[in-house]
T-cell receptor, first 113, second 112 residues
């Protein structure tokens, strides 16, 4: 199975600041997913990356997958309190044909006004 | 309209009891999962079902028994609940490899 290392574990930023969360795998990532979780709620899908060098953006959030497909970053520009939550990266386990998702341990983001 | 729905949302019960959590998806997915999120927010897969058949059992105690009556449902039954079973349990579904998973809202289980 793949293991995903997320950093930092927690992040506290002032509103308006930019921030980056990283997700690193020891193996090639065939599918990398970013989810966000607010306290007491389910996981909200943010983005999926599959190709080396791929980059996707949605509103103020940009996710990238490096060329080697072993590292992904999630960048938030001009953070807002609504961005607060736990960010989780997940990856397909290609050892199984069923798309089993493994997750990193998450990054707790706090944005203070 | 909810894509993946779980019930109940909260469950408080005593040690030794047996309880069930229900999950339903209306997305037409073939694959369903149960995940456990511990107090440190680590999300770990427990089971995976494909077309009502168990595919993955991630070394979960046999007190946990998933049941899939049809492709749209995957229920989780837990026998002889222990304090360590307290966690948030998430149901999810997907089309399989290479496709995103849709998650339910979670069931917060507290064993006292």
């Amino acid at each position: 199975s793949q293991e995903l290392e997320q950093s930092p574990q927690s992040l506290i930023v002032q509103e308006g600041k930019n921030l980056t969360i990283n997700c690193t795998s020891s193996k090639t990532l065939y599918g990398l997913y970013w989810y966000k979780q607010k306290y007491g709620e389910g996981l909200i899908f943010l983005m999926m990356l599959q190709k080396g060098g791929e980059e996707k953006s949605h509103e103020k959030i940009t996710a990238k997958l490096d060329e080697k497909k072993q590292q992904s970053s999630l960048h938030i520009t001009a953070s807002q309190p609504s961005h607060a939550g736990i960010y989780l990266c997940g990856a397909d386990d290609r050892g199984s044909t069923l798309g089993r998702l493994y997750f990193g341990r998450g990054t707790q983001l706090t944005v203070w006004p | 309209d909810t894509a993946v729905s779980q019930t109940p949302k909260y469950l408080v019960t005593q040690m030794g009891n047996d309880k069930s959590i229900k999950c339903e998806q209306n997305l037409g997915h073939d694959t369903m999962y149960w995940y456990k999120q511990d107090s440190k927010k680590f999300l770990k897969i427990m089971f995976s079902y494909n077309n009502k058949e168990l595919i993955i059992n991630e070394t979960v105690p046999n007190r946990f028994s998933p049941k899939s009556p049809d492709k749209a449902h995957l229920n989780l039954h837990i026998n002889s609940l222990e304090l360590g079973d307290s966690a948030v349990y998430f149901c999810a579904s997907s089309h399989g490899a290479g496709s995103r998973a849709f998650f339910g809202q979670g069931t917060r289980l507290t064993v006292v």
